[in-house]
């Protein structure tokens, strides 16, 4: 029972997590040119003033 369990750890974790992080690149949302624009206006209006 305890080689099963190596083996999954081992073997089939791997596979598994890169299939998670693969999924979650694939499904990340992007920014519209409007939203980046207003997101570029934000951080120029935020730190703007520390200059």
Do not use: H, N, S
Not at 20 to 26: F, M
Not at 31 to 40: A, G, I, M
């Amino acid at each position: 029972m305890a080689e099963y369990l190596w083996f999954f750890v081992v073997a089939i974790m791997p596979f598994l997590i890169g299939a998670l992080v693969i999924y979650a690149l694939l499904k990340r949302r992007r920014l519209t040119p409007t939203e980046k624009v207003v997101r570029d206006d934000k951080t120029r209006e935020l730190y703007g003033d520390r200059q």
